[in-house]
């Protein structure tokens, strides 16, 4: 009786668990029926989306989405210029603090330690080692603070009533300036010396001066041997050599003279002849400054007065000559801020109208980029110089790979900058959106900064801060380079030494304080290229500092991805070499050497300068006031910035 009763609560026990599961499955059923309508019903919203509604709803779409993404931007990062020339550096005296034989081995050690400072000369160590001055502490003290401007390095002695030795940045810049200088100007003297080398050019000549190499010699060692191949060119900067003759052979060899500092030999290898005719034998220990025949086929022969380009024309300057008399007129109360294109540590960038009508003739609504700096910021991170420069590169700069500047304005809190309006939107943000660009779309923006650089280097003016955020597109879906805050004019075979840059933009000669030229600029191109190709830069790391050990590792180090052609591959390595004489762009054809490379084969350079070719991407823009391509800022609440009146600003 008993298990008959259990037998019959099992079964009701599981045809009650058999009804739940089938509930549970109408349930599901159910679900999945609504997750089809709701599918279909997103579908069609979509699609409505896409055809009728995108304008109107881009702007909520703006501010609920990418108003959280637009805060990934990276940052540019700068000291303050310098402006020394040799002449003044070769005068300044260099503090001296006395220390102790530990403490001297403490702070070498510590340099030797840094994954940056131990590439320095040994010279230039010394004289860091000298000039650092003593720092003292008590117990709990604040020495850094957080969002400070710094420009000290220090080096810790005594940990609780902290000691430490400290170095400014303008005396550790003075060291690293004066020592490259030095260098250069000697082999500058040492080349104009040479009968060969005397019909160059100061940059020819400067660039042969970057590609020497010092060789040491022991006394009695042989440099050159009679009757050997050779392909390289000598030029004794230290010590003396004997040179000897065999005329037959198994003779003994025959004295032929001395040579000294300043003298060199084996100029015909250079032409090609490459059999030595004399021994050339150390008769102390001997530094030679030498260069081989490839390095200087490379940059001899050929290389363009760059000066001379043409990428200027005579109707183009009178249109913005034109432009320029029309802008004088206008003043600040002319405009009102539309909307925000960009925010920065520096200001913001507005849109702004132009509603002087006597001006304008017409009822049209003209609108500018409005850029707009704090000037007491400027002051504090020492920028004066910088935007100075920016502004007189701008102003003067005539490409149509460049955004204008038309005039600047000023109060006493803030300067203003009216640039052209560009509403196709950043490079950035399109790049953001889509996660990276097929190989054609990547050459037509890269072709266009090609041709801003050339311009600008033309001129003499290196760019410093290539990137995709400064990239802006018109509403055709040009490309133009704008934010010129790092720019210079170094003129022609010089160098400049301010650290400046995006962390991962920036090349190994800035990160090791050698002093930058142009060159810097086509490091950036090739990082440029292979961010565009693949959506991240080739060296990146978690911050700044283990970035610029990833980059000096080299683009040898890097995998790249399959998506990346093998021509492109092998122009981003050509544009990337850790030699800056070594880049693509910096040899004897210049930029043409970038423009006939095999991944540019086919395309049409032409209609590029001539605007007439299609883009690869045209942004919608609807009118003079559509800001839809930019993504969505928060309004200014921050409180007004302090006066400014110290008057570095009479310029503007």
Not at 36 to 56: C, F, G, H, M, T
Not at 164 to 178: G, N, P, Y
Not at 351 to 363: A, E, P, T
Not at 533 to 551: E, Q, V
Request: hydrophobic share 35%; net charge negative.
């Amino acid at each position: 009786m008993g298990t008959l009763r259990d037998l019959q609560y099992a079964l009701q026990e599981k045809i009650e668990e058999l009804r739940q599961r089938d509930a549970l499955i109408d349930e599901l059923e159910l679900e999945l029926d609504q997750k089809d309508e709701l599918i279909q019903k997103l579908q069609n919203e979509l699609d409505k989306y896409r055809s009728v509604i995108k304008p109107a709803t881009q702007q909520v779409h703006k501010a609920s989405v990418l108003q959280e993404q637009h805060r990934t931007k990276r940052q540019a990062i700068s000291g303050e210029p310098t402006a020394f020339d040799i002449h003044e550096l070769s005068h300044v005296t260099l503090p001296f603090y006395p220390k102790s034989p530990q403490s001297k081995d403490l702070i070498k050690e510590a340099i030797l330690d840094n994954d940056f400072m131990k590439n320095l000369e040994l010279s230039q160590i010394q004289e860091i080692v000298d000039s650092m001055y003593p720092v003292e502490y008590g117990k709990d003290s604040c020495i850094i603070k957080e969002g400070d401007v710094g420009s000290l390095v220090y080096v810790m002695e005594a940990l609780t009533n902290v000691k430490l030795w400290a170095i400014d940045r303008q005396c550790f810049q003075t060291i690293m300036m004066r020592t490259g200088l030095i260098k250069h100007a000697e082999y500058m003297e040492f080349l104009k010396s040479v009968p060969t080398f005397q019909g160059l050019s100061e940059e020819i000549l400067s660039k042969l001066a970057d590609v020497m190499e010092e060789t040491h010699y022991g006394d009695g060692e042989y440099i050159v041997r009679q009757g050997a191949r050779g392909d390289t060119f000598f030029i004794i900067s230290k010590g003396k050599v004997n040179v000897t003759r065999e005329d037959l052979p198994n003779d003994m060899p025959v004295y032929l003279r001395a040579l000294g500092k300043g003298d060199w030999f084996g100029e015909k290898a250079l032409q090609g002849e490459d059999i030595r005719t004399a021994n050339v034998i150390a008769a102390d220990a001997v530094t030679c400054l030498v260069i081989d025949r490839d390095s200087f086929k490379h940059l001899i022969g050929g290389l363009e007065d760059v000066s001379n380009k043409g990428y200027e024309d005579a109707g183009a300057k009178a249109k913005y000559e034109a432009e320029n008399a029309f802008f004088c007129n206008l003043k600040l109360v002319d405009f009102n801020i539309i909307d925000t294109l960009g925010v920065g540590g520096f200001g913001r960038v507005e849109l702004v109208g132009c509603l002087n009508k006597v001006q304008l003739k017409s009822d049209e609504i003209k609108t500018f980029a409005m850029k707009i700096l704090k000037k007491r910021h400027i002051v504090d991170t020492r920028q004066q110089e910088h935007i100075r420069s920016e502004k007189q590169i701008m102003q003067e700069a005539h490409s149509d790979f460049i955004v204008r500047l038309y005039r600047t304005f000023k109060d006493a809190k803030y300067l203003y900058m009216l640039m052209e309006a560009c509403l196709g939107g950043e490079l950035w943000t399109i790049l953001r959106d889509r996660g990276s660009f097929e190989d054609s779309t990547t050459r037509f923006y890269t072709a266009c900064v090609v041709e801003a650089f050339a311009y600008l280097h033309s001129k003499g003016i290196i760019y410093r801060d290539l990137k995709p955020e400064n990239l802006i597109l018109d509403h055709r879906g040009y490309a133009k380079l704008v934010d010129f805050g790092f720019a210079k004019k170094i003129g022609f075979g010089k160098k400049t030494w301010t650290f400046c840059g995006t962390p991962e933009y920036v090349a190994p000669e800035i990160i090791l304080n050698k002093g930058h030229d142009i060159s810097a600029d086509y490091w950036s191109l090739g990082i440029l290229m292979y961010e565009l190709l693949t959506g991240s830069p080739p060296f990146s790391g978690p911050d700044p500092m283990k970035t610029y050990n990833i980059i000096l590792r080299g683009i040898d180090m890097i995998e790249f991805p399959k998506k990346i052609t093998k021509n492109a591959a092998n122009l981003i390595k050509k544009l990337c070499r850790d030699n800056p004489s070594e880049r693509l762009g910096n040899l004897k054809n210049g930029v043409k050497d970038i423009q006939k490379h095999k991944w540019f084969e086919g395309f049409n350079w032409e209609g590029l300068r001539k605007g007439t070719l299609t883009p690869p991407i045209i942004p919608e823009v609807s009118s003079s006031t559509d800001t839809s391509n930019f993504d969505s800022f928060p309004e200014d609440n921050d409180d007004p910035p302090p006066d400014d009146m110290s008057g570095w600003d009479t310029d503007f």
